[in-house]
């Protein structure tokens, strides 16, 4: 890992050359991320305001995007932080491109040796016209976490087979869990995670690729036999009897509470939950699901959480950069991120022996490497797809759980929405940089 | 007197209804984490102010307070000014298109926040008044005036035109009698003025996340959403928030509660 | 002691120095901002990039069409009915009530209207939670028998607008209280006497003497919650975002989701505009029939 200890100096010696002008800079950094989640970023920047006397970072944070109505306004004012992170893929963040709001990181991307740290997979989701516009946060793989105290006392293993799953599912029910699986599809999100779980794994890959990039259909079979499956399980009592009037924290509540088995989500629970399982953190485990059906092979899933943005008109681009590189490029910086729940973009190394990782995120983090040779699937559908298809399927999903709509129904009006944004350019882009 | 009785009682069932789910907040900022798994109308058995402190200090509502005290305040008493005065000149005086601006003033009833924030924010810039007070104060003011100048206007109504006439042959300008006559005996709608604008001024979350990015100019409605993310949530902490926040307007209630109900309309009632 | 010319100076100046500092911040921070609004309504445009794409009359046009506006649309007027039926009607039964008690009158009132004072996203928590398939409301019903009433609230699609309309109505019916019982305390107590008098029972007294002297009192108040309804956004945005499928989707949600989340911001933009037009067409025509009622 010489190209850490590299940019290392660079960052040093960077910020040795910013200390020779006189007066004090700051950059404003605004994140977003559930409360708890953003501490690392604060005490990055005191660290980072202290070794430079000369600049000042200044972090604000949101709990969320969503509630953070000043951020389009400001930017389209020409003003706003100067770092940033926001969502990646079509809809707002690409219209925050064209737009000529946020910088482009090419050039840092090959000056500052990113282009040896993100991967392909990562760069497709950041880039847009062969430049780089944001730098991915964090890899996120969605799993099944689970209680092992729970599968302990009714008597039941990870299971391995569709067939075990349906076991595990019945024996958990005969065991009075009237919610074999958490899910709290009042948060509409939440569903679209099982959807895009399982659309990868009944089409592939390849057949995932070839509906965003190609011309592939959301009505084709495997995602019709997927809807299919998803609604079989929900009418099945899988997911509770009224997982639509629960939402998504109320179930996390409970299932660190210790009264749900199983739920279905992502390393962002992991810190919070320790938190609140307290001394009972130790039970709960992470797999992946079983094959949904016979011949069927394990896909991981993995997105990128959230991307970090540089406005175009910024006039601290250098010292933003200097940020993420000691947050991403370093070994001290990774380590970090590492010891707080986050797996930054790019191979670990070093930082992955001296982070103390918790034990759920190795589980997880294991799962994932168990299967990545299979290829792996976009974790979150919804953020790669452009809003209008978004909200249609976040709707159809509510009314697949409801028995309201059939799987038919759903995957065409999915693919309805989708040739409507086609039509209109909404639809993400294959990305890739550009060579030097 | 059965009858006095049984009216007695269905009060008192709809108070307790009104009221049961603000006491079980109540219980939840109380409550060791130990408890959180009672029913919610459990009394707390070990009551902690923990949640309270944790809030204060980590939830920067220590810091928040005085921004929100301070614009709330503002707007309380200059929306008292400026909507009186104009349901002043409404109801009193007499000018060419008077119709056409009472059209206009209810025109802000209608208006959807959500939809304008965009606009909004330019317009505030454009004032240079993004991440300070007075552009809060000015789009809280603006965005409400319409509610209080319809609220004094309903009151002014109902004062006998006999008042004003009698003052204007005794010499007194416009100015003299809104000052010395109409606002004395309107202190009923003041009060009324003075705690909704208050109130909503405390409790808005949009136009301050819109208006007021820095950290530091933040107010207690931002304040409580360090609790609630969009995928976890805080319970105990949003409660002791949520109780912190309703404590001073709950005080200027009961302060100012005899003259908010007999404010009000009664000038709405001739 | 004012010549004729300053005498009839003043007369233009005088509304004017009255008007001018609710009018200028008023046309300045929220009218203005709304023509923009209708300005966007008639463009194509993602609410980010700097060019705008006239389109006429397109974006009503397809509004027109589009069924998950007209749904949205009865939803609010679903919605906007159940709220002004229960803050006006019942605003005013309680507050009728609250009128003929004296001791322990304070505390009952300030019972009644405590939740006026809370933050609509606290509602919203608190609401979402008192909801829970197994919170508290259904816990009450169960415990005293009632079993058949527990619903999963905010899960079912025939009951989540009203839920959350009840909510609403929670949150806000404080504010009809305090206004009737200002109205009823200026009613004429002699005018009450005589009908009692007449022998008419308290429900005839109150159907013929109250309702009728609190004509101008209950506009008040059907006005304030009319317009109030229509615009909320934030309790249905903190708790079901519209869901469950699109039961609970207000115009105002819609608006939301179609003009900001999905960058069709002069969409947007003309559903809020289509708002604007509704509220306003429905206060004038409660005011037409009132002042008819009135003549």
Do not use: C
């Not at chain 1, 639509?244 to 179930?251: G, P």
């Not at chain 1, 191979?347 to 990782?357: F, K, M, V």
């Not at chain 2, 100048?149 to 042959?169: C, D, N, Q």
């Not at chain 2, 003041?190 to 530091?216: A, C, K, Y």
Request: aromatic share 12%; net charge negative; charged share 15%.
């Amino acid at each position: 890992m010489k190209m850490f200890n590299k940019l290392m100096l660079s960052v040093a010696l960077g910020s040795a050359a910013a200390g020779a002008a006189a007066a004090q800079t700051e950059v404003v950094i605004w994140v977003g991320g559930e409360p708890g989640e953003t501490t690392i970023y604060e005490t990055l920047a005191d660290e980072l305001s202290a070794a430079n006397p000369d600049v000042v970072y200044t972090v604000v944070t949101n709990t969320s995007d969503v509630f953070n109505p000043a951020l389009v306004p400001a930017l389209s004012a020409g003003e706003g932080p100067d770092l940033f992170t926001f969502g990646t893929g079509p809809g707002q963040p690409a219209a925050l491109i064209d737009g000529g709001l946020v910088a482009d990181l090419t050039p840092y991307y090959y000056e500052h040796g990113w282009d040896e740290v993100i991967p392909e997979g990562v760069l497709m989701q950041t880039s847009k016209d062969g430049k780089l516009w944001a730098l991915g946060n964090e890899v996120e793989s969605t799993g099944i976490f689970y209680n092992k105290a729970i599968f302990e006392e009714v008597g039941i293993a990870v299971p391995r087979t569709w067939a075990e799953m349906q076991a595990a599912v019945a024996a958990l029910k005969e065991a009075g869990y009237d919610t074999p699986i958490g899910l709290g599809a009042a948060d509409k999100w939440s569903i679209s995670h099982w959807q895009s779980m399982m659309f990868g794994r009944y089409a592939g890959p390849e057949g995932i690729e070839n509906v965003l990039f190609a011309d592939g259909k959301w009505t084709d079979a495997p995602f019709v036999a997927a809807s299919d499956r998803l609604q079989q399980m929900g009418s099945d009592g899988w997911f509770g009897p009224n997982p639509v009037a629960i939402n998504y924290a109320e179930m996390m509540d409970s299932f660190w509470a210790g009264d749900l088995p199983m739920t279905f989500t992502g390393p962002w629970v992991i810190n919070g939950g320790i938190d609140a399982a307290g001394d009972r953190a130790g039970q709960y485990g992470v797999f992946q699901a079983p094959p949904f059906e016979e011949g069927q092979e394990i896909v991981p899933t993995e997105s990128i959480g959230n991307g970090w943005y540089i406005r175009s008109n910024s006039e601290h681009k250098d010292e933003a950069v200097a940020y993420l590189n000691a947050l991403f490029m370093t070994t001290e910086g990774r380590t970090k991120l590492l010891t707080g729940g986050m797996v930054p973009v790019g191979p670990l190394g070093e930082a992955s022996q001296n982070a103390q990782i918790p034990e759920m995120r190795a589980e997880l983090n294991a799962s994932v490497d168990r299967y990545r040779d299979n290829g792996t699937v976009p974790a979150f559908l919804d953020t790669i797809t452009p809003g209008r298809l978004t909200n249609v399927a976040y709707d159809g999903l509510q009314a697949l759980l409801l028995d309201a709509m059939s799987p038919e129904e759903f995957t065409q009006e999915l693919q309805s929405a989708w040739e409507k944004a086609k039509e209109d350019g909404e639809a993400m882009e294959q990305g890739g940089v550009a060579p030097r | 007197m059965f009858a006095r009785y049984l009216l007695l009682l269905v009060l008192t069932v709809i108070a307790v209804l009104m009221s049961a789910p603000s006491i079980m907040t109540v219980f939840t900022s109380l409550k060791p984490a130990t408890e959180l798994g009672d029913p919610a109308w459990f009394p707390p058995l070990a009551p902690t102010f923990e949640h309270y402190v944790r809030v204060w200090t980590e939830g920067g509502f220590g810091k928040y307070f005085g921004n929100t005290v301070l614009i709330s305040a503002i707007d309380a008493v200059v929306m008292i000014f400026i909507a009186s005065m104009a349901a002043y000149a409404m109801v009193f005086i007499d000018f060419p298109g008077k119709l056409l601006l009472k059209f206009v003033f209810l025109l802000g009833l209608m208006i959807p926040v959500t939809a304008i924030i965009l606009p909004l924010y330019s317009t505030v810039r454009s004032f240079g008044l993004i991440n300070s007070h007075l552009g809060v104060i000015l789009a809280d003011l603006a965005l409400a005036v319409s509610v209080f100048v319809f609220m004094f206007t309903s009151y002014f109504v109902g004062i006998p035109k006999a008042l004003h006439e009698a003052a204007r042959i005794d010499g007194a300008s416009e100015f003299q009698i809104y000052r010395r006559v109409v606002l004395p005996i309107s202190a009923p709608v003041i009060v009324t003025t003075g705690l909704l604008e208050f109130m909503w001024s405390w409790n808005d979350l949009l136009l301050r996340l819109l208006l007021l990015p820095r950290e530091d100019m933040r107010t207690l409605s931002v304040g409580l959403l360090n609790f609630q993310g969009t995928q976890t949530r805080d319970i105990t902490a949003l409660s002791a928030g949520t109780v912190i926040m309703a404590v001073p307007v709950v005080a200027l209630f009961l302060i100012f509660q005899r003259h908010f109900v007999r404010g009000m309309t009664s000038g709405a009632v001739k | 002691m004012f010549s004729d010319t300053s005498s009839r100076l003043s007369k233009v100046l005088a509304p004017l120095l009255f008007l001018l500092p609710a009018l200028a911040i008023y046309l300045t921070f929220a009218i203005y901002p709304t023509l923009s609004v209708v300005q966007y309504s008639f463009h194509d445009w993602d609410g980010i990039s700097p060019d705008m794409e006239w389109v006429g009359l397109g974006n009503y046009l397809e509004m027109f069409d589009d069924r998950i506006f007209w749904e949205a649309f009865r939803n609010t007027f679903a919605w906007s009915a159940f709220i002004i039926v229960i803050n006006v009607g019942l605003g005013l039964v309680i507050a009728a009530m609250l009128s003929r008690v004296w001791r322990a009158r304070l505390i009952l009132q300030t019972a009644i209207v405590l939740p006026v004072v809370l933050a609509p996203v606290t509602v919203a928590t608190i609401w979402r939670w008192m909801y829970q398939p197994d919170g508290v409301i259904n816990e009450a019903f169960r415990g005293v028998g009632l079993e058949a009433l527990a619903t999963p609230w905010l899960g079912s699609p025939d009951v989540v607008l009203f839920a959350l309309a009840f909510a609403h109505s929670w949150s806000t019916i404080g504010l009809s209280v305090i206004i009737f019982l200002a109205g009823l305390q200026a009613v004429d107590e002699d005018l009450y006497d005589a009908a009692k008098v007449d022998g008419a029972t308290t429900l005839q007294a109150f159907r013929h003497v109250t309702m009728p002297a609190l004509r101008p009192v209950t506009a008040v108040v059907f006005i304030l919650t009319l317009t109030a309804s229509f615009k909320v956004f934030d309790i249905i945005w903190a708790t079901t975002q519209g869901g469950p499928i699109r039961s609970s989707e207000l115009l105002s949600t819609y608006m939301y989701k179609r003009g900001a989340l999905e960058n069709n911001y002069g969409y947007g933009a003309a559903i809020g505009v289509a708002l604007l037009v509704i509220v306003s067409l429905a206060t004038i025509i409660y005011m037409q029939i009132q002042e008819k009622k009135d003549a």
